[in-house]
């Protein structure tokens, strides 16, 4: 009971931040970035989390649905987008199927390296070939649909908060079902649960399908919002590793794991990024303006999320081995 | 009663040159237990593993309920009615008691709800209805054993395999267990058991079956187990755990 009213209070802030922010391009870009990555990661969880399968390459099917909405609004100006974006789902589903069919087949930890494999033959694909645009990318004009001001920033913030709670919910659904149970014990030991009536690999693609589906969508959606693409923003191996982090850190194998990871972690890019941490450092007396460690950190500060993202995994890992989640959670 | 629920005929299993399992044929009726000894490396763990799928027998059969099943998958075998417990116990350490016997529910039902119905009514069997939300990985390793025997309990199967189930369990423990054993053989379970206390074996086999490095060695009733002069020079005279 007390979840449903949380949940409720939430949802119910969600819609409404818009309309307390007003039109403020800047926050509501943030934001917009912090539910994508929330359900970028939560939709990695269902994979990672749940069945123990760590992907590094989920901006392959990010990119597939970027990609493919794109390409073809690009060439049929006239199609609904949300065709576009089945059709995405439909590429990414047909990578994940490949490659989970291939891998999965296998013991041990392939599926981590093969998933960065893949990925990167996606990029260098999507690189070479004419049609994607090389690496010129994609820029999309413009796109109409439902009638909907899609200049404004507002109907990406609710689309993204939509996904968001798709993918919470299939996951909140899936920890209580019959293929939640079994992903969890693929994760805790895969003998004990083939020998236990599970079929490892068909319930493996499933949650790999399920995954990179959801990922998909984000990314087409991502696609229609940014309206420019190149491999480098939708198809690099550093989105494939913040969105893990920011699952790690928020909490692995949680509901709400991903989405407090996303809340900490993308202010905090954004902050690194226009160096508003370089400068507070400096205001506050810590480092010295003209001092070359001062210049050092404006200069190589904002390039350095990545950086930050990793170190404070390994103090994540160090010491909260179960994310930030964890540290509000007693164990049984 | 059906002859053959279980049919190994000329069974080997070579790892590299290594031979583990060497031309060994039994079979099991249905409602009969079936005790399956041999000193430590016999191969007793390999037969299993190779008859429940783990990895297939290099040479030879097994049948199941009349089915050939030496290319089937462990989740196969297991829902076609044969499962077995493991001799180093693999509890799904994050999950509670409860979740873990849930698992092994939903090879008989799709519904949370009927697998929760069910792995209660195993985990009262082997009395671990107080331990049913502790975390799996937190038991001792008595209760762990009990876990295990509940877990497969639950995929409700015909055949049941137990891989040293009262191993490293002390005198009262191993007497729990054989009585839990002895109260679902009086629901008409048919069971193999790998065990090396000889006592435990012959108060509850019908029949037994000693592998020495691979091979059958002899095959029989407790009694004529106990008297048979090859199994005592092999076995209980090679100063084992007896
Ligand atoms: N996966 C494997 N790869 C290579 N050799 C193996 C493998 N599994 C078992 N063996 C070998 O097969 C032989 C039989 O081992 P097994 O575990 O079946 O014996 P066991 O009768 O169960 O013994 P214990 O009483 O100690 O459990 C041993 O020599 C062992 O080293
Ligand atoms: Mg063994």
């Known amino acids: ?332 | 009663m059906i002859k053959d629920l279980l049919r190994v005929s000329h069974a080997s299993k070579h790892f590299g040159g290594n031979v583990a399992v060497h031309d060994v044929s039994f079979a099991v009726d249905e409602k009969e237990i079936v005790g399956l000894i041999g000193p430590n490396g016999a191969g007793k763990t390999t037969l299993f593993n190779c008859m429940t799928g783990f990895f297939p027998v290099t040479l030879g059969e097994v049948i199941f309920d009349t089915k050939k099943i030496n290319d089937l998958r462990p989740d196969e075998v297991c829902r076609l009615g044969m499962a077995r417990t493991w001799q180093r116990v693999k509890p799904l350490g994050s999950l509670s008691v409860l979740e873990n016997v849930m698992v092994g529910a939903f090879s008989v039902t799709n519904k949370p709800r009927q697998a929760e119905v069910i792995a209660m009514e195993e985990l009262t069997k082997v009395g671990l209805t107080d331990y049913a939300s502790k975390s799996a990985g937190s038991l001792p390793i008595g209760l762990k054993k009990k876990l295990e025997l509940a877990r497969v309990l639950a995929t409700h199967p015909k055949l049941l395999l137990l891989d040293e189930i009262c191993g490293g369990l002390n005198h009262t423990e191993t007497d729990t267990i054989l009585d839990i054993i002895r109260t679902i053989r009086q629901r008409g379970a048919t069971i193999v058991f790998i065990e090396h206390d000889m006592k435990a074996v012959t108060s509850i086999c019908d029949r037994i079956v000693v592998l020495n490095s691979g091979e059958k060695l002899a095959e029989g009733t407790p009694e004529e187990i106990t008297n048979n002069p090859d199994v005592i020079a092999a076995y209980l005279g090679g100063g084992h755990h007896a």
């Open chain 1, 1 to 332: 009971m007390k979840q449903i009213a949380l949940v409720t209070i939430l949802a119910a802030a969600a819609i409404a931040l818009p309309l307390i922010i007003g039109e403020n391009p800047y926050m509501t870009g943030i934001l917009i970035s912090v539910l994508m990555m929330a359900a970028l990661s939560s939709a990695w969880n269902i994979l990672g989390g749940y069945a123990g399968q760590y992907s590094f390459g989920h901006a392959a099917y990010f990119g597939a649905g970027a990609y493919t909405t794109l390409i073809l609004l690009t060439n049929y100006s006239t199609l609904n987008p949300l065709i576009c974006m089945a059709a995405g789902i439909i590429v990414a589903s047909l990578i994940a199927l490949i490659t989970g069919t291939i891998v999965f087949r296998l013991r041990g930890h392939y599926f981590g390296l093969a998933s960065i494999a893949v990925a990167e033959i996606v990029r260098l694909s999507v690189l070479n070939f004419e049609f994607t645009g090389g690496a010129q990318g994609i820029l999309l004009s413009d796109i109409s649909l439902w009638g909907l001001d899609l200049n404004s920033k507002n109907p990406f913030y609710y689309g993204m908060l939509l996904v968001l709670a798709v993918t919470l919910g299939i996951t909140a659904y899936l920890r209580t079902s019959k293929t939640g149970y079994y992903l969890m014990a693929i994760r805790e030991d895969q003998d004990a649960a083939s020998s236990l009536g599970i079929n490892l690999s068909f319930y493996k693609n499933k949650s790999l399908v399920i995954s990179a589906a959801l990922t998909s969508v984000l990314g087409s959606l991502y696609g229609l919002y940014i309206r420019f693409i190149d491999t480098s923003a939708v198809l690099d191996l550093r989105l494939s590793i913040e969105i893990i982090l920011t699952a790690i850190i928020g909490g692995v194998g949680t509901l709400w794991g991903p989405v407090v990871g996303a809340l900490l972690l993308v202010p905090l890019a954004e902050m690194l990024r226009s160096n508003l941490l370089g400068d507070a450092l400096v205001k506050a007396g810590l480092v010295s303006d003209t001092s070359a460690f001062g210049i050092f950190l404006k200069e190589n500060l904002a390039h350095a999320h990545v950086l930050v993202y990793g170190i404070i995994t390994v103090l994540c890992i160090l010491y909260l081995p179960k994310g930030v989640l964890g540290l509000f959670r007693r164990t049984k």
